[in-house]
């Protein structure tokens, strides 16, 4: 089965700080995705990475990055946490083999809080 | 801008009846329609999936409709049971996207015993 965890389940921070949020898969997939999800907004796209060392944008990567050193980790940084950032972000892998209608696997989540 | 509009956003249905949940989208170029379901303090998981050559899909009491002309895909829960209660989410993809899933906002089932 595919897992994919990720680092903390909850975590509290204050405004400022810089925040590492870490996903690890172990299925050797290509591509890995962050998230956050926010009730009546559903999930959206922070940061995707296709390959190592490689990242793309997604559809809210203002006051995020990310890193991927690693094929198996992808890392989530919010550089200076706000209390706007406070959200569940939920980590994603699939692989690269056929199409995009492959599955992505989702970790359990990591509910932050930012005081 | 929600490219995936999804209704209702939260639903609640007696033991033994039909859940349904509607989706609609904007980018003709979406051609893969994907349902997650997430239980509470759970990642989502692949529920069902559908593509626009077929217009219903059905796997045991879960069928997805599919009408291309009026953009609308919809999920339909048949004899829901209370472990069905969980949150659904539609998705949406166009093929050269290469892996970008765009989501609806949610609905929240809960099924009364």
């Known amino acids: 089965d595919v897992k994919v965890t990720q680092s903390s389940r909850y975590l509290v921070k204050r405004t400022g700080e810089k925040v590492f949020l870490e996903c690890v898969q172990d299925?050797?997939?290509?591509?890995m995705f962050w998230y956050r999800q926010d009730p009546g907004l559903g999930l959206r796209l922070i940061y995707f990475?296709?390959?190592?060392?490689?990242?793309e944008k997604g559809d809210i990567p203002e006051g995020y990055s990310v890193s991927r050193e690693k094929k198996e980790r992808f890392s989530l940084i919010l550089e200076s946490a706000s209390t706007n950032q406070t959200s569940m972000y939920l980590c994603?892998?699939?692989?690269?083999?056929?199409?995009?209608?492959?599955?992505?696997?989702f970790g359990p989540g990591t509910r932050l809080t930012v005081l | 801008q929600q490219q995936v509009k999804q209704s209702p956003q939260s639903l609640i249905v007696q033991k033994g009846g039909i859940s349904i949940i509607n989706c609609a989208y904007e980018n003709t170029a979406f051609d893969y329609f994907p349902w997650y379901q997430q239980f509470p303090g759970k990642g989502p998981a692949l529920l069902i999936a559908?593509?626009?050559?077929?217009s219903e899909k059905k796997e045991g009491r879960f069928t997805i409709s599919f009408n291309k002309s009026a953009k609308q895909f919809s999920l339909h829960i048949m004899d829901s049971q209370p472990g069905d209660s969980a949150t659904y989410f539609c998705?949406?993809?166009?093929?050269?996207?290469?892996?970008?899933?765009?989501f609806g906002e949610g609905t929240q089932l809960t099924v009364n015993p």
């Open positions: 998705a949406a993809t166009p093929e050269t996207s290469g892996s970008r899933l765009t």
């Open positions: 994603a892998s699939k692989t690269r083999l056929a199409s995009s209608y492959n599955e992505q696997f």
């Open positions: 559908i593509r626009p050559d077929v």
């Open positions: 990475s296709y390959d190592v060392k490689m990242k």
């Open positions: 299925m050797d997939h290509e591509n």
